[in-house]
């Protein structure tokens, strides 16, 4: 069974940085793309990152693009996001994902396996 599990939120000030991880059980070491998702409170989810398998290659979302980096340690199984010069607005439920398809990653329905969430807040 794939299984997900986030760590690394808290409580941080506005222009700080924090680092999120998500380990990953050993099925999405071959052939699943990653992502990480974030739903702030009272709102949508929405998409934040994602990182293909083949080769590495990643896309963000605009409103974190410049300040977020998402990355993939393969021997550990884990997938990173490192986040700075946060900002009030990104204070969410930060999620990871996993999914064995290739088109519209992007979007939250392409994904199959989901992580339960670690909190990111930001103060001002």
């Known amino acids: 069974q794939v299984q997900l599990v986030e760590s690394g939120g808290g409580l941080v000030q506005a222009g700080g940085s924090l680092r999120l991880s998500c380990a990953a059980s050993?099925?999405?070491?071959?052939?699943?793309?990653m992502a990480w998702f974030r739903q702030p409170p009272g709102k949508e989810r929405e998409f934040v990152g994602f990182i293909a398998w083949n080769d590495g290659g990643t896309s963000y979302a605009d409103s974190v693009k410049d300040r977020f980096t998402i990355s993939r340690d393969k021997p550990k199984n884990t997938l990173y996001l490192q986040m700075n010069n946060l900002k009030p607005e990104d204070t969410a439920l930060y999620y990871c994902?996993?999914?064995?398809?290739?088109?519209?990653?992007?979007?939250?329905?392409?994904?199959?396996?989901w992580g339960q969430g670690t909190q990111v807040t930001v103060s001002s």
């Open positions: 050993e099925e999405t070491r071959n052939y699943y793309n």
């Open positions: 994902a996993a999914t064995i398809k290739w088109t519209d990653l992007n979007t939250a329905r392409q994904y199959d396996y």
